[in-house]
């Protein structure tokens, strides 16, 4: 069935007000892909209505990044979200968004200036201020967001326990070709060697968590030795860094315990990133 579609305040609050018993937020930018399925398979388990909201937020983009050329395929993922049989889309436009020039917003702090966040300065501010205007605007019992993007996961559930924001957060795992790459809506940017280069992220990664026993000089010297293989290959890839850390805070880890490994990299204009949950052995 095809689900209730919403796109200003007032429609939003009206569907809103309908529901019964609780509700899961499903927040994307649309082009929709099984990662994407998959959180809603899972919001389907954890609420028993299940609200998916697409905007590309202009507010995450730094100049000259992809935000004009980020997919946009409403049409297909609303038949997407009809067949995981999805109750409500809040599809609102920029306007409805950002009625004015936003001159309030969330500041990411320290942790939102490293790793991806140094990557790409301003990025984390722009991401948590629309999720926080989503939660405030459908106020979901729960919202899930992919592990793939680990640093914005961890950067939500910290605003979300800093500014006592009352819903809870969950993490959903990344979905993967067969071959290992991690499903972005980015990918379809790739072109055929774009992507044979691409999997070197997967690669690196599998590699770095097979040496995890040893310690964290072996894992990133693993994956090290995948990744400089793919800097020289045709097309290159440009790493824009590869770091173990903490999984809450996303700094440093020396081991051992709990890690994320996770790697970033630029294959042709596209910004690729992904990581992988380590359990690290052996002192530094
Ligand atoms: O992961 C995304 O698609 C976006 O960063 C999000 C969480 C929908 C905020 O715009």
């Not at 436009?93 to 309030?104: A, F, G, H, I, L």
């Not at 790793?115 to 979901?140: I, S």
């Not at 060697?193 to 026993?213: K, V």
């Amino acid at each position: 069935m095809t689900p209730v579609i919403v796109r200003t305040r007032e429609e939003l609050a009206a569907a809103r007000s309908q529901v019964e018993g609780t509700l899961a937020l499903v927040p994307t930018m649309g082009a929709l892909h099984e990662g994407h399925l998959s959180l809603m398979r899972q919001a389907r388990r954890s609420a028993g209505t299940v609200a998916v909201s697409i905007f590309v937020n202009p507010l995450q983009f730094g100049p000259g990044e992809d935000f004009d050329r980020y997919p946009r395929t409403f049409p297909t993922d609303i038949e997407a979200c009809a067949a995981e049989g999805v109750d409500l889309v809040f599809a609102p436009s920029r306007e409805v968004m950002y009625p004015d020039e936003p001159q309030v917003t969330v500041q990411s702090g320290p942790m939102g200036e490293v790793v991806e966040g140094a990557a790409r300065p301003g990025h984390f501010d722009g991401m948590l201020t629309v999720v926080l205007k989503l939660l405030n605007l459908v106020r979901p019992d729960v919202a899930i967001f992919g592990e793939k993007d680990a640093q914005q996961l961890a950067m939500i559930r910290r605003m979300v326990a800093d500014l006592n924001v009352p819903v809870r957060v969950d993490g959903g795992p990344t979905v993967r070709e067969p071959d290992g790459l991690a499903l972005s809506s980015r990918n379809r940017y790739l072109s055929v060697p774009e992507r044979r280069t691409g999997l070197a992220l997967s690669r690196a990664l599998r590699a770095g968590a097979d040496a995890a026993a040893e310690g964290p000089d072996a894992v990133t010297a693993a994956a090290r030795t995948v990744l400089d293989k793919a800097e020289t290959a045709d097309p290159p890839l440009a790493l824009d860094y590869l770091v173990l850390v903490d999984p809450a805070t996303f700094a440093p880890v020396a081991g051992p315990g709990q890690a994320v490994l996770a790697v970033a990299a630029r294959v042709g204009a596209t910004h690729l990133i992904d990581n992988v949950h380590l359990q690290l052995g052996k002192e530094h």
